[in-house]
């Protein structure tokens, strides 16, 4: 089920990429064709008056939604092998509980170590790696638990 | 008095569905030492025919070492959220007066007291069973961690009650 969603989502991805692609593209072709009549772009900007080109708002809309920041706590074994009990991380829209763990390993070989009996905890529920992260989600990174 | 009243910073602000009562149970996690007797009048009713309490102290030896001292970590907001659960169940499962669910955190000396649970009920069947449940319960879902220290060496336990609702990796 994961993977099906996870290429769902990269499907959905790239066919945006694509028609953001041939949009710039007719736009870009309006302007080499505007440029050719009226002698320089800022002629054609000015044509224009305020209103923004499509692709470059696209644009900055993409970035502004491509990056999301969660908060990752780290206890006990953890805390030792990352020397950290906190952080704020940025990761990409989409990005999953088991995907940032793995993340997390790379940064910190060792958490490797613990790496098969961790369970991770989103905003202080247990849950599933395949669960996606929202942006401010509280992420914590639980070793085999010893209470009582 | 010291351990009783529920962490202020750790406010539950999930569904109201939930038995927990805020008159009744009583649950803390906290750095300051357990007293058995705040547990025991936090409990204290008088429709309540019994009163029962599991102390969970710290022994001086494991695997043939000898324990120096305990040390505990916990998730405090999660761990809170997590006692308040095992109340619910107990109040879904048995017919209880009040609960108290008191765990310590930091460095705990051999022969001290870790964790408290006191449930008062009209019978002592209910009561007997619920703290039994609630430590069990406790030991299997709570985020709290304990290190022990030897003469030689320290060790992160882990208890083999542990079973949360879902496991990462898969």
Not at chain 1, 123 to 135: C, H, I, P, T
Not at chain 2, 121 to 130: C, D, K, Y
Not at chain 2, 135 to 158: C, F, M, N, Q, R
Request: net charge neutral.
């Amino acid at each position: 089920m994961p993977a099906d969603v996870l290429s769902e989502l990269e499907a959905e991805k790239a066919a945006r990429r694509q028609r953001e692609a041939q949009r710039s593209a007719q736009v870009a072709a309006v302007i080499k064709a505007e440029v050719q009549s009226l002698g320089s772009k800022r002629e054609v900007y000015r044509s224009l008056g305020s209103v923004r080109l499509p692709h470059a708002r696209t644009n900055r809309t993409l970035r502004r939604r491509a990056h999301m920041r969660v908060k990752v706590l780290y206890f006990a074994r953890a805390r030792e092998a990352t020397g950290s009990t906190e952080e704020s991380a940025e990761i990409e829209n989409g990005t999953t509980a088991k995907a940032l763990l793995e993340t997390l390993v790379r940064r910190f070989p060792k958490l490797q170590e613990i790496r098969s009996c961790l369970v991770l905890a989103i905003n202080q529920e247990y849950a599933d790696g395949s669960a996606v992260l929202k942006e401010g989600d509280e992420v914590a990174l639980i070793p085999p638990i010893s209470g009582g | 008095m010291a351990g009783i009243q529920s962490d202020p910073s750790a406010v539950d602000t999930r569904s109201s569905a939930s038995k927990f009562d805020p008159q009744n149970d009583f649950v803390n996690v906290t750095s300051e030492a357990l007293s058995l007797d705040a547990a025991y009048k936090a409990v204290h009713s008088t429709a309540a025919g019994a009163i029962t309490t599991f102390s969970g102290i710290t022994r001086d030896n494991f695997d043939g070492k000898k324990v120096v001292r305990l040390e505990y970590e916990a998730y405090a907001p999660m761990a809170i959220a997590k006692l308040k659960d095992i109340c619910s169940e107990i109040r879904s499962k048995w017919d209880v007066c009040k609960i108290a669910i008191f765990h310590r955190t930091g460095v705990v000396d051999v022969g001290e007291p870790s964790v408290i649970i006191a449930v008062s009920s009209v019978h002592r069947a209910s009561g007997l069973e619920a703290a039994r449940f609630g430590i069990d319960e406790l030991k299997a879902t709570v985020p709290i961690w304990k290190k022990e220290l030897y003469e030689s060496g320290d060790l992160w336990k882990e208890n083999s009650e542990f079973k949360p609702k879902a496991a990462s990796g898969d």
